[in-house]
């Protein structure tokens, strides 16, 4: 991905299932939980830097004493600054009271952060916002512990809207209107009904109000209360929460769009939004390590009993298939394999575009994330080239010397490394021209190794917006005197808002989109986007149900081919001197190489969720009409 864009958020969420004194016997220290929290998220920065917190919950402390402990930032660290901040105050603690340094009992009394139960978040931020008070988890107070909630989440709601006028027919007043305060109070209130319905059982059974607390906290029924919350949200989502007195959940959508992985023995329940973080942290084999069912909740009760529990019917299995492309940890063992898939896949389109030369064709990778189809694209070249030399050989017969068979076996495929991204540089100025040219610069290049006679082949994870690909890319790949610059995309045409997770919510910024405007007014069809208009403002007033995507019709005119080419003339400036072609991977071939990742709203328009096909109308009525604001 050389555009960056903003995306995905990661959870994090231990529950330690022995009593403290047990990690401190056995790893040395009462700050087992923490130390493992930290990992997690550390573990999990590449989907979030823009904010990071941590909540933790103690257990059976007395009435008085803070139980709940919680700590945000929004720094340009985020993860570090809180630890940081942890450290800090434990530390600060211990110095005050040296004698207390193995005394576990009191640390747990009278030390913050030490808990039993924790959950964590790296964040990246939507739309701009990125505020403290944006930054997960949230908490909901109260002094019922059985009423105190914190949350935190991997998602987006497309009805937010909605929700807030749910909440607002419930009686409440929501103190803003985003997605997860909603999501969060409507838990709440349904937390609360849930509790005074127990509260009242309790009195029946002849419960004081002080001995009513535990009898409520031993019988929530957080599937119910999950249930009833979750009934009409729309969006991808991995929820996890935390109740006051110690129990906890982890909720995935009924589609599976979100990533939800969790792992469990006698010493601990996990959650983390990719595996192989639980694989490493933990050092458990691939197998330990489940995935949590679509529309399903994972509920930790305080006693330590885990269930997994239907909150809401599974629909069609679409787990977004972006997350297997770019955002993900490749060192998971499937995504691994997935994406030099990827890159074996398109590999055919490539050979065309070079005509089968391989002998003058150097192949490279855009860094850091598109290495790995970069591997596959390698394997599928070294096999055709083995198909080539064997064919020589074959056809030479006996009259073959040997000094021409080594010739022939000596052929290699060319892999270089051509682009060094310097992560240091920063576009610190506002003036147009001089910021281009420091993006220019973004990109070093690995001069020498390319002959004006060579094709360059250059293998991205995606193209979004083409900027970067435009003002620095192949700008830089064009001083090396290639004849032709062939860009490749391991993901195919972006062509479509998201509205799950991902920042990518104006149409008008993909240059797939740009491509198609473009080619509809080359071929005096503009008609096309005025008529996709007036039908996308026709359904303003339709339930989610009863809306279709028309924006499907943009493209429909024109081959997937005709628009990477398109894509290829929009990106080729006046100074660029050698050829350059745009090779996009297909949807079935995407569909074969991640086959249980099947959300591909992204290219195909073909929403998991009804308020999917409302995002993607109001981004094109957005667009046609110059409002640069949410499109949900």
């Not at 990246?124 to 512990?145: A, D, M």
Request: charged letters at 25%; a neutral charge; aromatic letters at 10%.
């Amino acid at each position: 991905m050389s555009d960056a864009i903003k995306h995905e958020c990661g959870i994090a969420l231990v529950r330690l299932k022995k009593p403290l004194q047990f990690y401190k016997d056995k790893y040395g220290s009462a700050f087992y939980g923490i130390n493992k929290m930290y990992l997690l998220m550390e573990k999990q920065h590449n989907r979030g830097q823009d904010g990071a917190g941590f909540a933790s919950v103690k257990f059976n402390v007395a009435p008085g004493t803070r139980y709940v402990s919680r700590v945000r930032s929004n720094q340009s660290q985020p993860i570090q600054d809180i630890f940081a901040q942890i450290n800090d105050r434990l530390n600060g603690v211990l110095e005050q009271n040296p004698d207390k340094k193995d005394d576990v009992a009191w640390q747990e009394e009278h030390m913050p952060y030490i808990g039993n139960l924790f959950l964590g978040h790296v964040r990246y931020g939507t739309f701009g916002k990125n505020s403290i008070e944006s930054v997960h988890p949230f908490l909901r107070q109260s002094n019922w512990r059985h009423q105190n909630l914190i949350v935190a989440g991997n998602f987006n709601m497309t009805n937010s809207k909605q929700l807030l006028e749910e909440l607002v027919e419930l009686g409440q007043h929501p103190k803003e209107f985003t997605d997860t305060v909603t999501v969060m109070e409507k838990i709440g209130h349904f937390l609360e009904e849930e509790v005074s319905s127990l509260y009242q059982q309790a009195k029946i059974k002849g419960f004081n109000k002080k001995d009513a607390s535990p009898f409520i906290e031993e019988n929530l029924d957080l599937q119910n209360v999950l249930s009833r919350s979750a009934k009409n949200w729309d969006g991808g989502y991995a929820l996890a929460g935390l109740v006051g007195h110690g129990d906890a959940f982890v909720l995935r959508d009924p589609n599976g769009i979100r990533p939800t992985f969790f792992y469990e023995d006698d010493e601990v329940v996990v959650v983390a939004s990719e595996r192989p973080v639980i694989q490493t942290v933990f050092n458990v084999k691939i197998d330990a390590v489940q995935e949590l069912e679509r529309g399903h909740a994972l509920i930790i009760k305080k006693n330590g009993k885990t269930s997994i529990e239907k909150v809401l019917e599974p629909r069609e299995k679409k787990s977004c298939s972006f997350e297997r492309i770019y955002f993900s940890r490749g060192s998971d063992a499937s995504i691994y394999e997935e994406r030099k898939n990827l890159g074996k896949l398109v590999f055919p389109k490539i050979l065309k575009s070079i005509n089968s030369d391989i002998s003058n064709s150097v192949f490279s990778y855009i860094p850091n994330t598109a290495e790995t189809s970069f591997y596959g694209m390698t394997e599928a070249a070294e096999d055709l080239l083995n198909e080539q030399k064997t064919a020589k050989i074959l056809a030479g017969g006996t009259k073959l010397s040997a000094k021409r068979v080594t010739e022939i076996l000596s052929e290699r495929a060319r892999f270089e490394k051509i682009a060094i991204k310097d992560a240091k540089l920063r576009t610190f100025i506002a003036d147009d021209s001089s910021r281009d040219d420091l993006v220019e610069h973004v990109y070093d290049i690995t001069y020498g190794v390319v002959k004006p006679t060579d094709n360059l082949v250059i293998i991205d994870d995606s193209i979004v917006r083409g900027t970067t690909l435009k003002k620095s890319i192949i700008k830089i790949l064009d001083r090396l005197g290639p004849k032709k610059i062939v860009v490749v995309s391991s993901a195919p045409q972006i062509r479509y808002p998201d509205c799950y997770g991902i920042d990518m919510a104006r149409i008008e910024a993909f240059i797939a989109f740009k491509a198609a405007i473009a080619l509809l007014k080359d071929t005096k069809q503009e008609n096309i986007i005025k008529a996709v208009y007036k039908k996308s403002k026709a359904q303003q007033g339709k339930k989610d149900e009863d809306i279709i995507n028309f924006v499907k019709e943009i493209y429909a005119p024109f081959a997937v081919e005709e628009v990477s080419a398109k894509i290829a003339e929009m990106l080729k400036t006046k100074d660029i001197k050698a050829d350059v072609d745009v090779i996009y991977q297909t949807v079935e071939n995407l569909h074969i190489a991640c086959p249980d990742n099947l959300g591909d709203w992204y290219f195909t328009g073909n929403y998991p969720t009804p308020g999917g096909n409302r995002v993607v109308n109001e981004a094109f009525i957005n667009f046609y009409e110059g409002n640069d604001k949410r499109a949900y």
